[in-house]
Structure formats: structure tokens, C-alpha cells
């Protein structure tokens, strides 16, 4: 029986690889995006539903799927305000697991960053870890956390300063061995493969993945 996906961010990089990838998989015969804007030229496997997703909750109707991936995150520099990154970051993911625990979706997959941690002074990294947090103890049968390290590929939008970043972990990459491997640079379609792959294998054990074990699983058949 073919499956129904949710995709939440696929107007952003990985979000989007995501959903180029779940186009082509004949295993998925619906595909729903929720977002603030329409993506043209989209197949009709694709529906679209647009709206604030900062009330999530206005679409709990047509959140239904076999599985959920929310690839929603924002930056400082394009939400100074801290009131309004935390709804995004935190608010949104955390929405959207409870939404699928509501409606009985089995695997919702998120992803998070490196330095997430609830005890974190740095409000970014401690925001991700309050997102993690919530989400797991919704409960939701297959919950996996993934936690890249610097994500590389190419963006619409021009990130100086993370171009700048990229340039000199890609010079220093040498360096990351053993334990430093999950600190290495990670493309942003390993990333979209892991999710894929994650859906459709035997339960994952580990609910938090790092960097270097996404990695792992992207090369997985």
C-alpha cells in the first residue's frame, strides 16, 4: 500500500532535496506541504496547504500521513527577534509532533542541530534542545532527532558570513577524526536521504542521531 508523506520546510534546502526525492519514490503516492508559500510547478502527487504555520493547529484536519518530516528552522540574521525564532524553532516542530500523536502518524523525523541542549546558556543551541525535548515525550512510536553538524550545498539565498564558515571547515576537515568526525561538514542531500531512508527501514534505536551517523545512514539501501 502506497504511503502519504507530510513535509514541513520544503521551501527550504533540505526540505526541498527531501521532497525532489519523494516525488520520485513510487512508495509515496501523496505528498503534503504545509507552508507559508506555493511552490509552482509541483506534480499532482504534491498538495499544498498555505498558511501561518505558527498556528499549525488550523490544519489538524488535513494533517494526516504515514509519516512527517519537519525541516522548519530559521537563522539570527533573518529573525533577530528572539520571541519570533523561538515560535519558528521550537514552536513549530513541537506543534507539528503533537499534531501527529493527535492524529496517529507513527514516524515524524526532525531535524535539529549539533549543539542542541535544554541546559544550554546559548539560546539557540538551548532552544533546539527544548524542541527535542517536547517532541519526544509526545510520544509518537518512531521519533527520530537528527542533529547535522555545518550544513553544505547550495541555497537561494546568500549566506555570507556561513560561505565563510564552509570554506574553513572544508579546510580543516583533515583534522576530524574519531570522535571530532561528527563536527565535519555535511551536505544537505545526505541529510534528505537519511530522513528517507529512516521512514522505511526497521526501527532506528537511537532517537537522537548525530552528524557523522546520518552520514552512515544516507548510505544505506
Known amino acids: ?34 507552508s507559508r508559500s506555493r511552490i509552482e510547478g509541483l506534480p499532482n502527487k504534491v498538495q499544498q496547504y498555505i498558511g501561518n504555520l505558527l498556528e499549525l493547529g488550523q490544519f489538524k484536519k ?33 506543534a507539528a509532533a503533537k499534531l501527529s500523536k493527535e492524529n496517529g502518524i507513527s514516524t515524524y523525523i526532525v531535524v535539529s542541530a549539533m549543539g542542541a541542549n535544554k541546559k544550554s546558556k546559548v539560546f539557540y543551541n538551548r532552544t533546539k534542545g527544548e524542541m527535542e525535548q517536547d517532541v519526544i515525550e509526545k510520544g509518537i512510536t518512531n521519533t527520530s532527532i537528527l542533529r547535522p553538524s555545518l550544513i553544505g550545498g547550495e541555497r537561494n539565498e546568500r549566506r555570507l558570513l556561513e560561505k565563510i564558515g564552509l570554506l574553513v571547515f572544508k579546510i580543516i576537515q583533515p583534522l576530524f ?21 529512516l521512514a522505511n527501514m526497521t526501527r532506528n534505536t537511537d532517537v537522537i542521531i548525530t552528524s557523522n551517523d546520518i552520514e552512515k545512514l544516507a548510505k544505506r539501501n
Open 1 to 34: 500500500m502506497k504511503k502519504t508523506a507530510i513535509i514541513l520546510g520544503a521551501t527550504g534546502l533540505t526540505g526541498g532535496l527531501l521532497l525532489d526525492k519523494l516525488i520520485r519514490d513510487n512508495r509515496y503516492q501523496t505528498i503534503k506541504l504545509f
Open 62 to 94: 488535513e494533517f494526516t500521513a504515514d509519516e512527517v518530516y519537519c525541516c522548519i528552522g530559521t537563522t539570527a540574521k533573518k529573525t533577530p527577534n528572539k520571541k519570533l525564532y523561538r515560535a519558528i524553532d521550537y514552536g513549530i516542530p513541537v
Open 177 to 197: 577524526i574519531g570522535p571530532l568526525k561528527k563536527y565535519k561538514i555535511i551536505n544537505a542531500e545526505s541529510i534528505a536521504q537519511a530522513m528517507l531512508n
